[in-house]
């Protein structure tokens, strides 16, 4: 009998045992992740956002089902702006707590501003059925208004897109993209009408933040390169051409675009070294075959003959100075070297030559317009001389003055200086290389300072716009005609 009650009593703490123990799992897995989810929200408010993510991505691990561990990920990944990221842990909040109204109110902000209406509105009239706060009340009747109006706008863009009424659609996508700054459709529209417009620089901006907005967006990185070959900048034409087909090998367009823009690039490149080496008659042919490779776009063909001109002058000095030797008076010759001295930034001998010209030759107009084109130059090289400050020649390309800037920028960071006179001097350079660089990248502005005017100093500008108040690239010119650039978004 006693032999049986032990027997029993042993069943009884088996039975009890095993749930205990399992107890006791669960009970040391919780503490882990409220450990994680207490350091993840210290974390989170010093700032230190990647940290606080991990023990996020810990806390989901270690509890699935822990909706506040999605919640708490979701603030950090909106705090380091990846709403892509954010909504399907907002939706799991929602899954596994239908009634969490401040995670379905956020979950409507977030559609709303990738534009996605119906589904932001169907949250926000969730939310005003769910006995929110007075607080939650006010901003999900608000937004829900709010995207009402937007779907008026964007029935209407569309209607002026469809009408070919692009400055009209601009405006109405403006209002929209102020509310659905994530909408892509949006910009990709908006994009199209600034191309129809002419405003290529405003296009590119958009065109950029589709292509960050949607990953596999091989659209917009073959518009981009397009954009940018056809206003004459062939190595961002390359760069945007080759995330096109990194995203997608077999890519048609951009694999046939990737060979144009390749063959171009290569041949500017080889006709520089060529030129650097002193190798003119083949500088020039390679020039030529540039102009052959493109012939419809001005950019390049003006490049061109701006590189041949140059290649030319270079070995123009010394026969001309022969030619001067025996024939001193002869006034073509003299103006010739003149403007080879010019390209050549020697100033002064240009003068000499140009003023011994004139002796001869007193109602030359060429004279007179060289003459005063080189005193100009001569005067601004005396004083800032952004070429100079990069160490770079005039006909230096965009590639060279943006390695320049960047080897100088390096050297004279302020922050590399500590005595307080030596830093002074270095925060006045650096602000000269910037503004070199910002002159020299910039054609207009470059173009400009080559007519001896500089865009930097307000008294040379006599009023005109100040470049570092707004951009003002090529707004209004359409270099691509009336109707030869058209890219199809498929909106309808």
């Not at 409220?34 to 989901?60: I, P, R, T, W």
């Not at 954009?227 to 367009?253: A, F, T, W």
């Not at 943006?402 to 390096?410: F, S």
């Amino acid at each position: 009998m006693g032999t049986m009650l032990m027997l029993a009593e042993n069943k009884v703490e088996n039975r009890l045992s095993l749930p205990l123990s399992l107890l006791c799992v669960k009970c040391g897995r919780d503490g882990v992740v409220d450990n994680h989810m207490e350091m993840g929200k210290k974390l989170l408010a010093a700032g230190q956002l990647a940290d606080a993510l991990s023990h996020f991505h810990a806390a989901v691990d270690g509890d699935p089902n822990n909706y506040l561990a999605y919640y708490r990920r979701a603030t950090v990944f909106l705090a380091m702006g990846k709403s892509k990221s954010a909504l399907p842990d907002l939706s799991k909040v929602i899954e596994l707590k239908p009634d969490f109204t401040s995670a379905r109110l956020q979950r409507g902000n977030l559609l709303l501003k990738h534009g996605k209406l119906d589904e932001a509105e169907s949250d926000f009239k969730k939310v005003l059925k769910s006995n929110p706060t007075d607080k939650e009340e006010k901003e999900a009747q608000s937004q829900l208004t709010k995207s009402d109006e937007i779907q008026r706008l964007v029935v209407e863009a569309h209607s002026s897109y469809e009408n070919k009424d692009y400055v009209t659609a601009a405006s109405q996508l403006d209002t929209i993209i102020e509310t659905c700054n994530w909408d892509v459709r949006s910009r990709e529209m908006r994009a199209e009408c600034f191309i129809q417009m002419g405003e290529m620089w405003k296009a590119i901006s958009d065109l950029k933040a589709t292509s960050k907005l949607r990953n596999d967006n091989t659209q917009a990185f073959y518009k981009l390169s397009t954009i940018y070959y056809n206003l004459g900048d062939h190595e961002m034409s390359l760069n945007e051409v080759r995330e096109c087909l990194k995203l997608d090998p077999d890519h048609k367009q951009c694999y046939s675009h990737y060979k144009l823009v390749k063959k171009l690039n290569k041949q500017i490149q080889s006709a520089e070294e060529l030129i650097q080496e002193q190798r003119y008659d083949d500088a020039v042919s390679k020039y030529e075959a540039v102009m052959k490779t493109e012939p419809n776009v001005h950019h390049y063909s003006l490049l061109a003959k701006q590189r041949i001109c140059h290649a030319l002058s270079s070995r123009a000095i010394p026969v001309c100075s022969e030619v001067l030797q025996s024939d001193p008076q002869n006034v073509n010759v003299l103006k010739d070297r003149a403007e080879a001295y010019v390209q050549e930034e020697q100033y002064e001998e240009a003068i000499k030559d140009y003023e011994t010209a004139g002796q001869h030759s007193e109602n030359d107009r060429q004279i007179k317009e060289g003459l005063e084109k080189a005193q100009r130059l001569l005067k601004q090289s005396q004083k800032r001389d952004y070429y100079k400050i990069l160490g770079v020649k005039r006909t230096a390309q965009k590639k060279e003055i943006i390695k320049a800037y960047r080897k100088l920028a390096q050297q004279w960071h302020p922050d590399n200086f500590q005595d307080p006179e030596e830093k002074k001097a270095a925060e006045k350079k650096f602000i000269d290389i910037a503004q070199a660089k910002e002159v020299l990248t910039d054609p207009d502005m470059r173009n400009k300072f080559d007519r001896g005017e500089d865009p930097m100093d307000p008294e040379s500008q006599q009023g005109h716009h100040h470049p570092f108040y707004g951009f003002h690239g090529s707004q209004g010119f359409n270099p691509f005609g009336s109707g030869s650039f058209n890219f199809k978004f498929g909106f309808n």
